[in-house]
């Protein structure tokens, strides 16, 4: 198993530019999460999905959109980039049984100029 | 509110030496606890979790953690640390399946 997988790794916007971050998982977790880290902030959750077509908002969800149209991809779209999103995003997931273990992805830092 | 403190910003310790980082947490129910490690420019790799039962966990790397819940901590330990070691920890804890709460994190350094 890959586990969770996104990309791409690294990337640099101009404000006011669009991207989506994709997110990938091949363990058939129902649940999946994004979180984006910023230095003395930890993890926030931005925007979470308990199964395909279900998402909802989480911590700090302005500028950002998601959509669940599969099981196994959860991608986080930024609307119209801003450097205060400048930062490195975080895709998790987990099963109901997990006792709320999450898996995480190896991360995508995002510079926005 | 639920919420993770993490009150040492950033820790140096000498190779060898024995090592704590303080974990305090706010939540209402038994909580599912978590330590991850960050080393630079990496994603976040788990160390150890308690759900229930002993107190006493055992992680990788040779870590452990104990949790009390008369002082709401769940603090990580190493006896010898050694140089590879040194990464970003954060304490979290679980909230539901879709959501964690981390502390702000404790970068360590480590002295040869």
């Known amino acids: 198993n890959a586990g969770v997988t996104q990309t791409p790794k690294f990337q640099v916007l101009k404000t006011g530019q669009s991207m989506t971050l994709q997110c990938a998982q091949d363990m058939n977790h129902e649940y999946m999460s994004w979180y984006r880290q910023d230095p003395g902030m930890g993890l926030r959750l931005i925007h979470y999905?308990?199964?395909?077509?279900?998402?909802d908002q989480g911590e700090v969800p302005n500028g950002y959109n998601v959509s669940r149209s599969t099981t196994e991809d959860f991608p986080l779209r930024l609307l119209s980039a801003a450097p205060s999103q400048t930062s490195v995003y975080f895709c998790a997931s987990s099963s109901p049984g997990g006792k709320y273990e999450q898996y995480f992805g190896p991360g995508t830092r995002l510079t926005v100029t | 509110a639920q919420s993770v403190t993490q009150p040492d910003i950033h820790i140096t310790v000498s190779e060898g030496a024995s090592l704590e980082l303080r974990c305090n947490y706010s939540?209402?129910?038994?909580?599912?606890l978590f330590w991850y490690v960050q080393s630079p420019g990496q994603g976040l790799q788990l160390l150890l979790k308690y759900f229930s039962g002993d107190t006493l966990v055992q992680g990788i790397k040779g870590f452990e953690a104990e949790f009390k819940r008369s002082q709401s901590s769940f603090n990580l330990r190493k006896p010898s640390v050694h140089w590879s070691d040194a990464a970003e920890y954060f304490c979290a804890v679980g909230i539901n399946n879709n959501d964690m709460r981390f502390g702000a994190g404790t970068r360590l350094t480590v002295k040869p």
């Open positions: 999905s308990v199964g395909a077509g279900i998402t």
């Open positions: 939540y209402g129910a038994t909580p599912y």
